[in-house]
T-cell receptor, first 115, second 113 residues
Framework: GAVVSQHPSWVICKSGTSVKIECRSL??????MFWYRQFPKQSLMLMAT?????????EQGVEKDKFLINHASLTLSTLTVTSAHPEDSSFYIC???????????FGQGTRLTVV | AQSVSQHNHHVILSEAASLELGCNYS??????LFWYVQYPGQHLQLLLK??????LVKGIKGFEAEFIKSKFSFNLRKPSVQWSDTAEYFC???????????FGSGTRLQVQP
């Protein structure tokens, strides 16, 4: 199957700093990527849909100024957590769908810890 | 809004036992249904999916699922589990109006040798 690579796998940062997470589709072009957040023992919750060349579409309750999404190319979307707080600590997962495939492929996730 | 319920949060089985994990969704229109598995430290991987046709779907690693439209259910089954099936299992639904998936809360399966 297609491969989605997410980097870094884990990151620890101080409160008030910003963290960037990258999501790459390695062997296909993805016009749309999805960013999810997963709290311990809970489901993956969709944060936003990243659209190549245009603004991301955020889910209700997700602060677009805090979670900046950039999808500058067909193989790369980035999520930047700005002015991080401890409550932003979570597991962030990206997903992309190969246009020729009905299946969505997932990155390995990024565990963010804000101290 | 669409929602997905997985009623079993943590299941412990012995090897060779049969498995059934429940999944119910709350959307009345046409849906695509998925089961994903996440082994420790690994990506989410697709086990199987249903789009249309035969409601009994066979996936990888001996898993199958049955779509029962009248019950809004898509339960995952495996006749005989192995220790290597220890993982987190997620049911997901996509309706025709959304591009993203809606996930259930996941079921942690622990298979004891």
């Amino acid at each position: 199957g297609a491969v989605v690579s997410q980097h870094p796998s884990w990151v620890i940062c101080k409160s008030g700093t910003s963290v960037k997470i990258e999501c790459r589709s390695l062997d296909f072009q993805a016009t749309t990527m999805f960013w999810y957040r997963q709290f311990p023992k809970q489901s993956l919750m969709l944060m936003a849909t990243s659209n190549e060349g245009s603004k991301a579409t955020y889910e209700q309750g997700v602060e677009k100024d805090k979670f900046l999404i950039n999808h500058a190319s067909l193989t790369l979307s980035t999520l930047t957590v700005t002015s991080a707080h401890p409550e932003d600590s979570s597991f962030y997962i990206c997903s992309a769908r190969d246009p020729g495939n009905t299946e969505a492929f997932f990155g390995q996730g990024t565990r963010l810890t804000v101290v | 809004a669409q929602s997905v319920s997985q009623h079993n949060h943590h299941v412990i089985l012995s090897e060779a036992a049969s498995l059934e994990l429940g999944c119910n969704y709350s959307y009345g229109g046409t849906v695509n249904l998925f089961w994903y598995v996440q082994y420790p430290g690994q990506h989410l991987q697709l086990l199987l999916k249903y789009f249309s046709g035969d409601p009994l779907v066979k996936g990888i690693k001996g898993f199958e699922a049955e779509f029962i439209k009248s019950k809004f259910s898509f339960n995952l089954r495996k006749p005989s589990v192995q220790w290597s099936d220890t993982a987190e299992y997620f049911c997901a639904v996509k309706d025709t109006g959304r591009r993203a998936l809606t996930f259930g809360s996941g079921t942690r399966l622990q298979v004891q040798p």
